[in-house]
């Protein structure tokens, strides 16, 4: 079902359909994540109370309890729920008596999680399926994230700048700056007529406020593709002295957009250095001069590159792992 899927959203909503009908969940959380800072992105969730979004994001963030960031592979809350904090507060009100938590990691970075909402406790048999699973849908997920580059025209983005969303601890908004709307529907289209919900806005805050709490030092930052082939970072902080957080939505720089590239490509160390220096505009003999190999090797490195990246020449890779038109 992944291969040569380009829509997340849509892959993700037809393997939930499927993964159904083997293990019994009520409600879910499928979240992709920046796979450095593991913040999330791009949400898919169908929770009890649509309302309390903001709300389900700020506790998910500040239960240590099976975070995706400390998680093997997956687990369940089992009788260990009580020590939950979206639990206590934003699951069992609604009946739900155990979570199954999957992240979605390999070697190249973490590319998101799913919380499967029960209204019974998980079997061993279910578990283990998840924990078969997890590799799959890992593989699937970078896939698709690889797949959203694409060579960017420089006006791909808002014209407008960089724009702020101001926000209280409780994720409420506070303020916004004049475009903002217009980026938010860039990041998470939704029904036409509807205000967009900054999903993205509120998973960047309740990291932040994780840090505050201790509970996670991953940066308070991720990045995300939009349709176009634009990517976009999102960034939070704390305003002094009236203490709302501040998230800031821009252009990704071309260092951080070649970041995301050649983890999502599944490059080797050495593809990810040649990529690197052929970015600063060197040739083949500069290359090989910094790398200390032959032009035979680089030549062989960047052969493999062009066949993990699906491009043809130099100034392709450098299009789509920049951004650059």
Known sequence: MARGADDSRSLRAELLAQLRRMVPFDWYAWVLTDPTTCVGVDPLADIPDPGAIASTIRLKYLTDLNRWTSLDTCAAL?????????WREGQHPHGVVDVASVVLRDRHGCWGFLDLWSSRPYAVADMAL??????????????????????????????????????DDDLSIR????????????????????PPIPACAFNVAAQML?????????????????????????????????????????????????????????????EVELVEVLATGADTAAASARLHLSAHTVQDHLKSVFAKTN?????????RAMGQG
């Open 175 to 194: 303020g916004r700056a004049k475009g903002s709307d217009e980026w938010l529907r860039l990041l998470l289209p939704g029904p036409k007529g509807v």
């Open 78 to 86: 089992g009788r260990g729920a009580e020590r939950s904090l979206l």
């Open 311 to 319: 491009v043809r020449s130099r100034r392709e890779l450098l299009a």
């Open 210 to 270: 994780a840090r505050e709490a201790g509970v996670d030092d991953h940066p308070a930052m991720a990045r995300m593709p939009l349709p176009s082939g634009a990517w976009v970072t999102l960034r939070a902080s704390r305003l002094e002295p009236d203490g709302s957080i501040a998230v800031t939505i821009e252009e990704t720089g071309p260092t951080d957009r070649l970041d995301v590239f050649v983890r999502s490509h599944a490059l080797s160390p050495r």
């Open 130 to 167: 998840l924990r078969d699973l997890a590799g799959p849908l890992t593989v699937a997920m970078r896939n698709v994230r690889a797949r959203s580059f694409r060579a960017s025209p420089p006006d791909s983005v808002s014209s407008s700048g960089p724009v702020v969303l101001l926000l």
